[in-house]
């Protein structure tokens, strides 16, 4: 029987920018469209270079990112999230999943790993989930 996993609520963060990286336009858009209806402000970024620039410029509260994007790995844009704000909740999404690479995005500091296609609900529930809480394991 798996545990129930506690959520916040998108009201109990200050911020609640999230900065999607994916280089799947159709699937970014569709992602950002549910998620705004969820109460977060979404800004889009479509590789490494515009994720690492969007950071820049507004330091995401929580962000999802595709592990695989076409200028690069996007455990960079992890990296940099985590050195601008190191309290963002970041979750990882990949086509590819193995444990090397979850591991990896652990360890920059994603606080979960999905795999694609996650649909909103699924990135809500990784995004809100209390971190004192451990998830039921899958």
Avoid: H, W
């Amino acid at each position: 029987m798996k545990d129930q996993v506690t959520l916040k609520n998108i009201n109990d963060f200050d911020n609640k920018s999230l900065l999607i990286v994916d280089d799947d336009n159709p699937f970014r858009e569709r992602l950002a469209r549910a998620m705004e209806k969820k109460g977060f402000e979404v800004f889009q970024a479509e590789g490494v270079q515009k994720g690492i620039e969007s950071v820049k410029s507004k330091s995401p509260g929580f962000a999802v990112v595709d592990l695989r994007l076409g200028d690069g790995n996007g455990l960079e844009v992890v990296k940099e999230i985590q050195s601008s704000n190191a309290t963002s909740r970041i979750i990882m999404l990949t086509g590819y999943g193995n444990i090397p690479t979850a591991v990896a995005a652990i360890k920059e500091g994603a606080i979960d790993y999905l795999a694609k296609p996650a649909d909103a609900d699924d990135v809500e529930k990784a995004l809100l989930a209390d971190p004192s809480k451990k998830a039921a394991p899958p």
